[in-house]
């Protein structure tokens, strides 16, 4: 699916919790969530921090040289704060998983140059360290990234994977643990079975006891 936009427009769900699931009906028209409109704007991600706000995070590539992400926080209203430029890595491919933990924190994960990396901002937008490296330096390709936040505010990341040591198969699905300041809790865990298929696209979920499930597709067909 093609989720480039020159501009990115996003629908405020304020839903009237009236009607069950697909029946429910969002209350306010679509709103302009980027305020540079210089450029393009890609990969938006939404998330809610538990006190009735969303923010949204993209992809801002005004700047083709030094690309950025930038954030935008919505009240239930639908009234906004400015738009927030968070942080600017060389490489960034693309935003591929955002979430919200307890302690006010989001956090984003997203490609740099072909690796996947962390990194945590603050309810205010304000960068909390440095990017942590997901997969580390094995020297194969990352990307795909999923997150998903546990209650005490660790949180675990889904990610593809480049493998060789199987003939055919190129990539599989890994997951790895960061306690909640992002610090890593896990090495990288290989979550498949072996398989003569490739595994793409991880989605990861946790649950109220902090247990995780990772889901993924599996190709019909190995390169």
């Known amino acids: 699916m093609n989720r480039s936009w020159s501009n990115l427009?996003?629908?405020?769900?304020?839903?009237?919790?009236?009607?069950?699931l697909c029946s429910q009906l969002p209350l306010e028209d679509e709103v302009l969530v980027n305020q540079t409109v210089e450029g393009s704007q890609f990969y938006p991600r939404v998330v809610f921090d538990g006190q009735g706000d969303s923010l949204v995070f993209w992809f801002d590539n005004e700047n083709e040289i030094t690309p950025s992400i930038k954030m935008r926080r919505f009240a239930p209203d639908g009234t906004s704060t400015g738009e927030?430029?968070?942080?600017?890595?060389?490489?960034?491919?693309?935003?591929?998983?955002?979430?919200?933990?307890?302690?006010?924190?989001?956090?984003?994960?997203?490609?740099?140059?072909?690796?996947?990396?962390?990194?945590?901002?603050?309810?205010?937008?304000?960068?909390?360290?440095?990017?942590?490296?997901?997969?580390?330096n094995t020297g194969y390709s990352s990307g795909s990234a999923d997150v998903s936040v546990k209650p005490d505010g660790s949180f675990v990341v889904a990610f593809n994977s480049e493998d060789q040591s199987q003939i055919g198969v190129q990539w599989i699905i890994t997951a790895r643990l960061f306690d909640a300041t992002g610090a890593p809790a896990s090495p990288v865990l290989r979550v498949m079975n072996e398989s003569?298929?490739?595994?793409?696209?991880?989605?990861?979920?946790?649950?109220?006891?902090?247990?995780?499930?990772?889901?993924?597709?599996?190709?019909?067909?190995?390169?």
Do not use: M, Y
């Open 84 to 136: 927030l430029t968070l942080a600017s890595p060389i490489n960034i491919r693309e935003i591929d998983g955002a979430a919200h933990n307890a302690l006010g924190d989001s956090i984003l994960t997203f490609g740099d140059d072909n690796v996947v990396k962390a990194q945590r901002f603050s309810r205010s937008g304000e960068r909390l360290g440095s990017p942590v490296s997901v997969t580390g």
């Open 9 to 20: 427009v996003a629908c405020i769900a304020l839903l009237s919790g009236a009607s069950p």
């Open 196 to 223: 003569a298929r490739n595994q793409i696209e991880p989605w990861v979920a946790t649950d109220a006891a902090g247990n995780f499930a990772v889901f993924w597709t599996s190709t019909l067909e190995a390169n």
